[in-house]
């Protein structure tokens, strides 16, 4: 029977596949999917059936998690016996359909290079006997179809697994029928819209730029697009219980949400949806659509000005203007930079850094998290203050700069780990002494030097104008040695120079290093703070910290002193670990 | 008859071919020279349709090859200058695309390819990912892909670079028969000594300029000397010697 109903399809797709269009199709899939850009750099192709499993993921851990919100075993034992599922699911649905729509905008920026065709590809499928028209609809084809593919993938946990969870409660097969139904339509929809608004913003920015100056701004772009992405994560904390007013029109701000269209998209279809809300569906649709056509029209004309006009763009970029050389970039080189290892590598770090546009999208990330995070305590500090000096002790005032240092300097940890050219690794192992052991010094700085001036011209100017320079001084001190401590912490052992080794595969002890980042945060961002802000009024109370500085500074150093001198010399990793190793029991 | 005739193209002001006019015949394997910048990447894009010239046409049988790209590129197969295939498909992925993009029958692409790898040593490797490939083993592929399909003219855009001895050995004398079976031949390099051993006759460029055009035999007997020193007597006033002193004064500064 199954055979009767697979047979033609695979007959069908047997035949299409080997039709140009198709094989096309398949080539502009798999591009999408594996590597993008012109380069041939390995490390982070992780194969699409990884890659979808990934996606799939944090959906399905979200719904079980919520088993202990909807468990009716548990709900009897805290003493509620009478509940509204639909009611109490909102929140929970507004995350997520902001969840599918950060997942499937992050997933569409991660591969913002591979979505449209480039050099290569015009250099491989332009002089064969196809026309450029053929490759472009092959590409939208492969585009459209990973559209559907990531809103499918990327929901489909969510989409059994919620109504199961919120169901529990109830015994009728037809509410957990529709609730799927209803849920299905706005998560994968949320999805459609994200992937659409990513894949617009890349062709507007296409039709209207120049290939040089789309370049340079494509990556401020997509840090820009992250950075939206994790703030509507972050709404789903705030927003529900916005939209949840019974009465009244609802806050114009909403309208700029449009996770906010899709809830209410939600609400109206079960007939639970206030006028306001009802309002606020009717824009859903329409956006879709409206989004798809600027989409399929920005996409043809940045098409047009950018792919068919590749041989000429290539000809025309071979000459570029030398650099400016920054004084301060000079003068900061010269105090920082002591010997021959350092005077080369770090500015290497540097500028992989700055021009890597996949160190610079993860760091942007981490940033906007980062932001966001801080833009919170701004407002929690502001919330219950009578005035500015109160505020500006506050603890959650106090632990901005701690939560932007924090996230700095874990994020350079992180993206000292992805590598960047392992094929150019044989200059370093050309000329480096494996036995000098430079290069936590190394990796130090280049943490150092970006970490603390940036938290130093926020915390330092800001304090001085508000609470005198006393304060102010105080508070930087603690805020530079805390993130001395924190950046030898993240650095104990480290024995690479930044971007040398393949991506460090996922190990047992990966869940332990994640809790343990999560438990740093809490005394370094928000125990700290609140320390220092009861310390403040009395700065001798400071000397109680001094403890716990000295256990931060001893502990690292005692485990890199006690390491043994085979774990001390530096290393180059560069074959590529598997991520799912087979146990090929066959054989 | 392929004929290029006044190509001229400028890139914003700038002229990369100025006025460039040859024609290439049945049987003719004809070189192109020029130090870098000289104009020859972009005379081969014009003659590929990659680009359209500024003004001049290039023209295949009498027709300009514009009117109707996807025929000329049906009987064209191109060696590019780099070899940027997709690391992720295998060699054999990589040829049975380029083969059904062509519109080669499935049975006769099979077979061919498997005696075309055979022949280039690849037949073991045809199951890796070229990503796993070296500069050679690439080279290899994109050069099985240009004359898989038998096309009636060949562009060859330095194919030599990262072969080993064996297999540059057996591609010259492949363009040597291909040249003999009445195929058409660009080929464009920087090696003097392979121009001089396989082509019938060569175009100097210099500044997108011809500069000089004739069989390899005449231009050597006109200037009495060999063809890289009429290539340097031509192209440049380079005291190529002078040159090489100098970098070594260079290095020794302090």
């Keep these: ?587 | 008859m392929l004929e290029a005739v006044h190509l001229t193209k400028r890139y914003a002001s700038l002229p990369a071919v100025q006025d460039l006019s040859f024609s290439l015949h049945s049987g003719m394997v004809l070189g192109c020279l020029g130090p870098n910048g000289s104009g020859k990447s972009t005379t081969v894009k014009m003659l590929t349709g990659l680009l359209e010239p500024t003004r001049g046409v290039v023209q295949f049988d009498g027709h300009n090859i514009q009117d109707n790209l996807q025929a000329y590129r049906k009987r064209l197969g191109y060696v590019p200058e780099e070899a940027h295939l997709y690391p992720y498909l295998t060699g054999w992925e990589y040829l049975e695309m380029v083969g059904t993009l062509r519109g080669m029958a499935p049975h006769t692409l099979g077979i061919k390819l498997d005696s075309l790898l055979e022949l280039f040593s690849l037949h073991p490797h045809r199951h890796a990912s070229i990503g796993t490939y070296s500069k050679g083993m690439r080279q290899r592929i994109l050069l099985i892909a240009a004359i898989m399909d038998n096309p009636d003219i060949f562009i060859f855009d330095e194919p030599l670079s990262g072969l080993d001895v064996a297999s540059a050995l057996i591609f010259k004398n492949l363009v040597q028969a291909l040249g003999q079976q009445g195929k058409l031949v660009f080929y464009c390099s920087h090696v003097l000594e392979v121009v001089e051993k396989v082509c019938s006759d060569v175009l100097i460029l210099r500044k997108g300029v011809v500069i000089a055009q004739d069989s390899v035999a005449n231009i050597g007997q006109i200037l009495g000397q060999s063809l890289e020193n009429t290539f340097l007597h031509l192209v440049d006033d380079l005291d190529t010697m002078n040159v090489a002193r100098d970098i070594v004064e260079v290095m020794k500064a302090a």
């Design chain 1, 1 to 587: 029977m199954i055979n009767l109903l697979t047979d033609p399809i695979r007959h069908w797709w047997g035949y299409y596949r080997q039709r140009p269009f198709g094989r096309l199709v398949q080539l502009f899939v798999a591009r999408i999917f594996r590597a993008g850009g012109d380069s041939d750099m390995e490390g982070l192709d992780l194969g699409m059936g990884l890659v979808l499993t990934l996606l799939a993921l944090p959906g399905g851990f979200v719904s079980i998690l919520l088993l202990d919100k909807y468990g009716t075993l548990l709900q009897w034992m805290r003493g509620t016996l009478e509940v509204d599922p639909l009611l109490m699911s909102v929140p929970d649905e507004y995350f997520f359909i902001v969840l599918s729509m950060t997942v499937t905008g992050t997933a569409a920026v991660w591969r913002w290079d591979a979505i449209f065709p480039d050099r290569r590809d015009y250099m491989n499928l332009v002089p064969l006997p196809i026309s450029t028209r053929t490759i472009f609809f092959a590409n939208l084809v492969a585009v459209l179809f990973l559209a559907g593919l990531i809103a499918l993938d990327v929901n489909a946990a969510s989409c059994i697994l919620f109504p199961m969870v919120v169901g529990a409660t109830q015994s009728k097969f037809l509410f957990f029928a529709k609730f799927a139904a209803v849920h299905a339509v706005g998560v994968v929809l949320a999805s459609v819209f994200s992937f659409l608004a990513v894949f617009s913003m890349l062709g507007l920015l296409m039709a209207l730029l120049p290939p040089r100056a789309f370049r340079r701004l494509s990556a401020y772009m997509r840090g820009v697009v992250v950075v939206y992405l994790v703030t509507l994560l972050c709404t789903s904390f705030a927003v529900p219980n916005k939209l949840l007013r019974p009465k009244g029109a609802l806050p114009s701000w909403t309208l700029l949400f449009p996770s906010c269209w899709f809830l209410s998209l939600c609400q109206s279809l079960r007939g639970r949806a206030s006028p306001a809300l009802m309002e606020l569906a009717r824009l859903a649709l329409p956006g879709i659509a409206a989004l798809t056509v600027a989409a399929l029209g920005c996409y043809a004309i940045g098409y047009h000005r950018h792919f068919v006009r590749i041989p000429e763009i290539a000809e025309a970029a071979m000459t570029a203007s030398a650099p400016r050389r920054s004084r301060a970039g000079a003068l900061l080189a010269r105090l920082v930079l002591r010997t021959p290892f350092q005077k080369g590598c770090l500015p290497f770090v540097w500028k992989t850094m700055v021009r890597s546009e996949v160190h610079r999208l993860v760091l942007t990330a981490i940033g906007g998290l980062g932001l966001v995070l801080a833009s919170q305590a701004l407002m929690n500090a502001f919330a219950g203050a009578k005035s500015w000096h109160q505020a500006a002790r506050s603890p959650e005032a106090l632990s901005i700069p701690f939560i932007l240092s924090f996230l700095i300097i874990i994020g350079l940890r992180i993206i000292f780990e992805i590598p960047v050219e392992l094929g150019s690794n044989w200059i370093f192992q050309l000329m480096l002494d494996p036995d000098r052991q430079e290069w936590q010094s190394l990796a130090r700085k280049a943490v150092l030097t970006l970490a603390l001036p940036l938290v130093v011209i926020i915390a330092f100017p800001a304090y001085a104008y508000l609470e005198g320079l006393r304060i102010a001084f105080l508070h930087t001190l603690l805020l530079g040695i805390w993130s001395v401590l924190l950046t030898n912490i993240v650095l104990t052992r480290f024995r690479k120079v930044p971007f040398t080794c393949t991506l460090p595969i996922f190990k047992q002890h990966s869940i332990v290093l994640l809790l343990a980042v999560c438990f740093g945060y809490v005394l370094y961002a928000i125990s700290t703070p609140e320390y220092e802000s009861s310390a403040l009024a009395q700065p001798l109370r400071m000397i109680g910290l001094a403890p716990v500085a000295a256990a931060a500074w001893f502990i690292p150093h005692h485990l890199d002193k006690s390491a043994i001198d085979i774990e001390r010399k530096l290393i180059f990793e560069e074959t590529a670990t598997r991520t799912i190793e087979a146990l090929r029991l066959g054989e």
